[in-house]
């Protein structure tokens, strides 16, 4: 048996899944930063829990308050002599529990955020003074403390034969997007975010820019959609172009390259491109001419647009981000790269 006497302010570390049910509601709430049922002397930082030793602390009560076992503490803490803690030192617990700070965008809400991170809104509003519930500002930083992954959407299998699980739905209330069917607007996590991030980057460069219609994405649990051979693993999505004139709304439209407000249009690829998020775009070969000489002028590299664009390769050829693919003149067609935490996904 191992001695009980601890050194403040030892360092231990323990592992994600391996901390009981205890150790998160055995405490009463506390202050704001502090989620409830942690003891005074615990905080959350963005890798896990944070104990800081107090006096007459020994290793066995600490374990025991947190329902592990000393030799675990040992195990999970290469050189802790338990013996030998030492008021002061702080020890690395892991209960579950992530400090995250989520950005708010366009089209979020408290109860929406609530939901993703499987938390309380109340408990959103206590950890954040300064917010109003019914009022939160695009661009503010939220604090949210929760067991929820990062990254908790999959797609799984292929564009074609795939499912998508823990999706997330694209927001029908954002200011640049029309969302036609909600039912067939599921996404993973970082598809529906990377939509979101880069129709707000058009918004920054291009004021009063209208609303642009998608149509489809995945079904919630992906699989196959009805009228595609695609769209079954939450990667895919049918985006409308932006459209010289279209008013308020660029809805789907068969156009020419005189039809297409190129500016725009290149905006929101050149977001997507830049950040490594897409494996194709499929473009009908009319409009990538103008997409292609209004990126060169802008200073794109000709090796940049020789790997970005087909053009001005043939129709045929299959090189290139931007590619032709048939009846995609009313519509382009986003399929977004693999994130590195969906294992399954090909």
Do not use: K
């Amino acid at each position: 048996m191992y001695a009980r006497y601890l050194l403040v302010g030892t360092v231990l570390t323990i592992l994600v899944g391996m901390v009981g049910p205890g150790a998160a509601s055995a405490q009463r709430d506390h202050a704001a930063g502090t989620p409830r049922g942690l003891p005074d002397a615990a905080e959350l930082t963005e890798t896990g829990l944070v104990y800081t030793v107090q006096p007459g602390d020994t290793a066995s009560e600490i374990a025991e308050r947190f329902e592990v076992t000393t030799e675990q503490l040992v195990m999970w803490n290469e050189g802790l002599e338990p013996d030998r803690i030492r008021e002061g030192q702080r020890l690395r617990l892991d209960t579950g529990l992530r400090r995250i700070v989520h950005t708010i965008r366009a089209g979020d809400t408290l109860a929406a955020l609530a939901t993703r991170y499987e938390v309380a809104v109340n408990d959103i509003v206590r950890w954040n003074r300064r917010i109003r519930r019914h009022s939160i500002r695009v661009g503010r930083e939220l604090t949210i403390f929760t067991t929820v992954p990062e990254s908790r959407s999959e797609s799984i299998g292929t564009p074609q034969a795939g499912r998508l699980a823990h999706a997330h739905q694209l927001p029908r209330n954002h200011p640049a997007i029309l969302v036609r069917y909600p039912q067939r607007a599921w996404g993973t996590d970082e598809a529906v975010r990377w939509i979101v991030d880069a129709f707000d980057a058009v918004r920054d460069a291009h004021p009063d820019t209208p609303r642009v219609a998608i149509h489809d994405l995945s079904r919630e649990r992906g699989g196959a959609l009805m009228g595609h051979h695609s769209h079954t693993s939450g990667r895919d999505a049918d985006i409308a172009y932006f459209q010289n004139g279209c008013g308020e709304e660029c809805r789907f439209r068969t156009i020419g390259p005189s039809d297409l407000d190129v500016a725009r249009q290149w905006t929101l690829f050149r977001y997507w491109l830049e950040h490594d998020q897409v494996e194709a775009i499929f473009v009908d070969y009319a409009l990538q001419r103008a997409l292609y000489e209004h990126a060169r002028a802008e200073g794109v590299p000709r090796e940049q647009l020789a790997r970005w664009f087909q053009y001005p390769r043939e129709e045929g050829n299959r090189y290139g981000v931007i590619r032709h693919h048939p009846r995609h003149a009313n519509h382009f067609h986003v399929r977004f790269v693999c994130h590195e935490t969906d294992e399954a996904c090909r």
